[in-house]
């Protein structure tokens, strides 16, 4: 996979407030697992057990277990990844994003 995120095991954003996370459906659309904080959206991109790890807000030691353990298994590194790509381009591909889009306009029309 080229580019920078296609060089990384796992991606680990951590941030204390996040919206919707443009990086974590980009990691996600790149096969990529994701270790993350449990803030604002990101439950609606990281499925925890699934396509990677949410952990607390502000509280290192479950982040640092949950890496451990994916960089220490690279099968469930693997199969994250495969999920959380399938999900992503499910989820958030742009054709359905405009389609979804145009139905919420001939609604409010």
């Known amino acids: 996979m080229p580019g920078a995120l296609g060089d990384l095991d796992v991606v680990t954003p951590s941030g204390r407030n996040e919206a919707t996370h443009v990086g974590l459906i980009e990691a996600s659309a790149t096969g990529r697992p994701v270790v993350a904080t449990a ?51 499910e989820r958030f591909d742009l054709a ?3 389609g979804d889009v145009r139905r919420v306009y001939a609604e409010l029309l």
């Open 39 to 89: 803030v604002g959206n990101t439950a609606s991109v990281v499925q925890d057990g699934v396509t990677g790890f949410l952990v607390p807000r502000d509280d290192p030691p479950p982040m640092a277990a949950r890496l451990e353990r994916l960089l220490g298994h690279k099968s469930l590194r693997v199969q994250m990844g495969i999920t959380g790509r399938q999900l992503a381009m």
């Open 96 to 98: 359905r994003k405009l």
